[in-house]
């Protein structure tokens, strides 16, 4: 039973990964003056970053 549980906390942490990631970049590209490519930027980081914790997680 905790077993489930605990997979069941694993699943959503690529989405988390990926809006961080996004944030990240929305926060640069404001910082620098550089809003359309750092957010490309973040959002390409973040697909990337969605993908390894899923598959380290195991949770598709």
Do not use: Q
């Amino acid at each position: 039973m905790a077993g489930e549980k605990r997979g069941a906390d694993k699943a959503g942490l690529g989405s988390f990964v990926f809006v961080g990631c996004l944030i990240i970049g929305l926060g640069v590209g404001i910082g620098f003056g550089f809003m359309p490519a750092a957010i490309i930027i973040g959002l390409g980081v973040g697909f990337i970053a969605m993908g390894i914790a899923r598959y380290k997680t195991g949770k598709w």
